[in-house]
């Protein structure tokens, strides 16, 4: 990220706040946790993989069931030769949307907040191949971290995942997990992301740290998913065919 950005493309969360009539925020918001980023996982010992998916972990138990199944699927796409990386971000502040709208009218491609660390996470996003999120279920719907980014990539960046395959995983201790698969899978819908699938929805079981290691189907259900993300990275590297081009987008609603 260029720290030399635009001061008036990047404005502070107090500021906007306030333009919107808001209260003013009486705490500034903590950066601790922003640098974990970088504490990632790979997959292999090889460097400069041609190919790479970008795996992001929304538990805030780093090395909870969520990474269990992330790491299998880590596992069989450095089988299959794809790189990979864990990103974790279940434990850090991640603000939701305010609506304001200023990434998509001045065409930043990026959140106008630089104070978390969604915009760092788009980046990342952008450079890899594939995108795999996955999440715990907290009452039948993801982790808030993981919605708060997917919800801000949309609309600020929205337009540099287009293309690249991506999938959902999640994981629960018994009900709720097919509502939050769905809930994940919708925003790649909506971004032109070709969706990877299984042999079944991609859900694990477990309740205490790493149980989920003994969900073989579900384990199972992860490599399969890795072995099809793998061959739709490869199609999509070796094909001559090129992106389609959108049409420019319609904006209408219910009533007009």
Known sequence: MNDKTDKNQNISRRDALKKMGALTATA???????????????????????LKVLLINGSA??????????????GQLNKNSIDSEIVNIGSLPVHG??????????????????????????????????????????????????????????????????????????????GGATAAFQTLQMPFQMLNMPIVTSQYWNIGYGTAEGEASQDEEG?????????????????????????PERERGKYTNFIR
């Open 28 to 50: 500034a918001i903590s950066m601790s946790g922003v640098e974990a980023l970088a504490s990632t996982v790979g997959s292999s010992g090889e460097a400069k993989k041609s």
């Open 61 to 74: 138990r780093r090395k909870g069931n969520t990474f269990t199944l992330l790491s299998e699927i880590a």
């Open 97 to 174: 949307c305010i609506a304001c709208g200023r990434c998509h009218a001045e065409h930043l491609g990026k959140c106008v907040f630089d104070d978390d660390v969604c915009n760092k996470l788009l980046d990342k996003m952008a450079e890899c191949d594939g995108i795999i999120v996955g999440s715990p279920v907290y009452y039948g719907q993801p982790a808030g971290q993981v919605l708060a980014v997917l919800q801000r990539m949309c609309y600020s960046g929205g337009a540099k995942l287009q293309g690249k395959p991506a999938a959902a995983v999640t994981v629960c201790r018994r």
């Open 219 to 243: 384990l199972q259900t992860m490599r399969t998913l890795a072995d099809n993300m793998a061959y739709m990275l490869k199609q999509f590297s070796t094909g001559s065919a090129k992106r």
